[in-house]
């Protein structure tokens, strides 16, 4: 295998959220006799790092960061991009767009591309160091050569930071259909453990537990819903620094006995293959993989009128988009949809066939195959 392009992806870790899962099917579906896939991550471990490490092909790295201002890593990394002699480097989240695309700067690293996975607005969230590398990560983004969002809203916002529209580019996730496949005794332990009444039905949503994500106006939409549906469980899939004042927040509402709080789980498709319908009411989302996962599955899905959502969510449809904050109208669209299960049931089915005919897998993959082989193309030719 000659004159294979070495791609270098960095990424800040190997947990297990949206742009890991999107990573790994990437490197999984290049094509291998073309191109030399080598993941770079700054923090050892992580619950996906095993998976990574199967993926035939390809090679993982770990450069742990120690500590937030570890500067030496640059040096680290600068040594790193000469002795494998990337032709192509895309990292992913922040601070890893930092500790990478400098040192690919400065060792003129043929073909840099930055990645979008969210909008202006989320990127607001965090403390004063993650701002910092922000910022930073902002400036160098200018001088890369393609910024691809995975969301025309993210698209957007790539623009309004003052990156010029013609090297920007929207690169939708791709959902690989046949491994959406569920195991029967998992979803019933779900279901069990939900204590479910005959005849209830699930509402889950899957998310990290934090600010942005309004797990809060979930719950208090739940409260709303529990006086006119009280058969009705809620399962939330997820954890992080709120856990607990959201778990308080259910006992205040008065509907703790019918929240579960999974925490985070191996086995998504599973869980999920156990809600009736599936919720995400964040302040701002890129293009959503929970949503693309519950829509795989064929589930109708009620999320909030922002961002990515709308380009996954055909309102009146494929499920229904509310207003953000308003908890009333996210209330009323779950109990319309609860009380009405052959909409629910065609919404579900549109649901699938819009993942199945929009964001295949395969379409993901060749339109980066084609970006890394076309750039490099030009780049040679000028």
């Not at 770990?62 to 002699?85: A, C, H, I, T």
């Not at 069990?192 to 005959?198: F, M």
């Not at 380009?311 to 908890?327: A, M, Q, S, W, Y």
Request: with cysteine; charged share 25%.
């Amino acid at each position: 295998m000659k004159n294979r392009t070495t791609l270098l992806f960095a990424i800040t870790d190997l947990e297990m959220h949206g742009a890991q899962h999107q990573l790994m099917e990437l490197i999984k579906g290049l094509d291998k006799e073309r191109f030399r896939p080598i993941v770079l991550t700054f923090k050892p471990g992580g619950p996906m790092e095993r998976e990574y490490k199967k993926i035939p092909g390809s090679r993982l790295i770990s450069l742990e960061r120690k500590g937030k201002y570890d500067f030496l890593l640059l040096f680290r990394v600068f040594n790193l991009l000469r002795k494998m002699k990337v032709d192509v480097i895309q990292p992913f989240l922040t601070p890893a767009t930092f500790f990478s695309l400098l040192p690919a700067l400065l060792c003129h690293t043929p073909v840099k591309i930055v990645t979008e996975r969210n909008s202006l607005k989320a990127r607001t969230n965090g403390g004063f160091g993650y701002h910092l590398y922000l910022k930073a990560e902002e400036f160098l983004s200018r001088f890369s050569d393609w910024a691809v969002a995975n969301s025309e809203a993210g698209r957007e916002c790539l623009i309004e930071r003052g990156i010029e529209s013609s090297r920007t580019r929207t690169i939708h996730n791709g959902i690989n259909i046949d491994s959406y496949k569920w195991d029967s005794q998992t979803v019933e332990q779900v279901r069990q453990r939900l204590a479910l009444p005959s005849g209830g039905k699930v509402v889950g949503m899957v998310a990290r537990m934090f600010s942005s994500k309004r797990y809060d106006n979930f719950l208090k939409a739940a409260a709303i819903v529990n006086k006119t549906l009280p058969d009705t469980r809620y399962a939330l899939l997820g954890d992080g620094p709120l856990r607990s004042e959201l778990e308080n927040l259910g006992h205040e509402l008065g509907i703790a006995s019918k929240v579960t709080f999974f925490g985070e789980q191996l086995d998504t498709i599973s869980h999920v293959a156990a809600f009736d319908i599936f919720a995400l009411i964040s302040e701002t989302e890129g293009l959503s993989l929970s949503i693309c996962e519950a829509m795989a599955l064929g589930k109708p899905v009620v999320a909030t009128d922002v961002g990515g959502n709308r380009e996954l969510v055909e309102n009146g449809k494929t499920g229904f988009l509310v207003p953000r904050e308003d908890i009333e109208a996210l209330a009323g669209a779950i109990v319309r949809l609860l009380q009405n299960p052959e909409m629910a049931y065609d919404m579900g089915q549109k649901a699938r066939e819009k993942i199945v005919n929009q964001f295949g897998l395969e379409r993901y993959i060749n339109e980066y195959q084609n970006l890394y082989e076309d750039t490099l193309k030009q780049l040679k030719e000028s």
